[in-house]
């Protein structure tokens, strides 16, 4: 939950609750529809930059019509397989034949995460659980280090895993509810935990007992021989650290990225995205680094009002979604003063007293900055899920921090 403008948002449905004070949600906060969409423009943009970039007859035997097979790890709600989705419907507007991606194996602890991960795949693609058991040792040791078990050099512990290798048995299989064999794919899309080296977490990096995570990952890329791979990380991800473990493999080009190359300069969360390429199996017709600049480039060309986006442009809950997220709330069990609450008013019923307290301490460290009153900022966002003494998260200009 977060507060704009005076206001509470829940951050995890981007849905404005009320004003604190006055209960009702301004106007001039209701503009996604007539903003956002241009944000989701980014497709259209890139296939057709890439028509410019190179000609037909050479682009359609690139390895985005080869008809290769995709797998995802941590795959989430299948961020990878919606944004594949934008490229297949815009291929299909700007060029000859649509770029067609066959997702096959995903792996996602989360079982929730299943009829996201299960929409853009044919029917019976397997849903992992758990990477760790293709690697019963690196499940081993997983278990050991978050007991608190001193492992000793983590350079020994991985030769000692790739020794082993990986396992043929994939583990437990959701779709066909028993152990499936471990998959292979052409293109793995990855994005690791995260918070080894995010500055939301300890930062243990390396030193973390999640680190068995991606080591697994790794230990699977090595035996699969993926044509290539994509990964994903915060922007202070140990690059050379990957390098150390596949790299007599894999090529690996990284990129820096944030939401605002595509248009969402509103939103900071830059990210490291790394270009993995089995090396002797494919050939690059391009700088992978000058390509993405260019990409860039052509993104911003394309549509420069993107960057006027406000952030109040991501409140576009009507009244009806309001009054039902309202009723959601009153439900639980932890609300005890139902009979005093009116509709449209603060609501303020259902934050806890931790969360009040980090709205009155942000809104001090805001106009201590020298900014305006929360209430009168339209484009004022604190996410009080975080400590602020730990970690501010605010807007800024505009754009969530």
């Known amino acids: 939950m977060g507060l704009y403008g005076g206001h509470v948002l829940n951050s995890n449905t981007g849905i404005p609750f009320a004003n604190m004070a006055r209960g009702a949600v301004p106007q001039a906060h209701m503009r996604g529809p007539q903003f956002l969409p241009q944000c989701f423009a980014w497709a259209f943009a890139l296939m057709s930059f890439l028509l410019r970039l190179q000609d037909w007859s050479v682009l359609q035997k690139s390895l985005l019509f080869s ?15 919606y944004a594949a ?16 991606f066959n997702f096959g194996p995903s792996c996602e602890k ?59 048995c994939g583990g437990f299989c959701r779709t066909h509810t028993f152990n499936c064999p471990t998959p292979r794919a052409n293109v793995d899309i990855s994005g690791s935990h995260c918070t080894l080296w995010s500055a939301m977490g300890a930062r ?14 790794c230990l699977w890329l090595l035996w699969a021989k993926c044509e290539a791979a994509i990964h994903e990380n915060v922007d202070l991800f140990d690059v050379d650290f990957l ?20 248009g969402w300069h509103f ?40 960057k006027q986006v406000p952030l109040s442009a991501c409140f576009i809950a009507t009244a009806e979604e309001l009054k039902g997220e309202e009723a959601k709330l009153l439900r639980r069990p932890s609300i005890r003063d139902r009979s005093n609450f009116a509709s449209g008013s603060s609501w303020e019923l259902f934050l806890t007293a931790k969360q009040k307290q980090y ?9 201590e900055a020298g900014n305006a009153s929360p209430g009168s900022d339209a484009n004022c966002v604190f996410d ?18």
């Open 110 to 168: 989360d079982h929730k995460c299943d009829p996201h991960l299960q929409r853009f795949r044919e029917s019976g693609a397997c849903l992992f659980a758990n990477i760790l058991t293709r690697c019963q040792p690196a499940r081993q040791k997983y278990e050991e280090a978050r007991a608190g078990e001193d492992l000793g050099p983590l350079k020994a512990v991985w030769e000692s895993l790739v020794a082993h290798g990986c396992s043929d």
């Open 243 to 262: 390098r150390s473990l596949v790299g007599h493999l894999f090529e690996i080009v990284a990129l820096p990225a944030s939401p605002s190359g595509a």
């Open 85 to 100: 989705q934008l490229i297949k419907v815009a291929s299909a507007r700007v060029m000859p034949r649509d770029v067609s």
């Open 267 to 306: 939103v900071k969360r830059s990210r490291t995205y790394l270009v993995l390429y089995l090396r002797g199996m494919v050939r690059m017709t391009h700088c992978i680094t000058a390509a993405y600049q260019s990409c860039l480039a052509a993104l911003a060309e394309s549509n420069p009002e993107v």
């Open 204 to 217: 243990k990096g390396t030193r973390s007992y999640q680190i068995f995570f991606l080591l697994s990952w």
């Open 384 to 401: 009080i899920s975080q400590n602020h003494l730990k970690r501010p998260c605010a807007s800024s200009n505009g754009c969530r921090a």
């Open 359 to 367: 709205i009155r301490d942000y809104a001090r460290l805001w106009q």
């Open 67 to 81: 008809g290769l097979v995709y797998s995802t790890h941590f795959s989430g709600i299948g961020t990878a397989e």
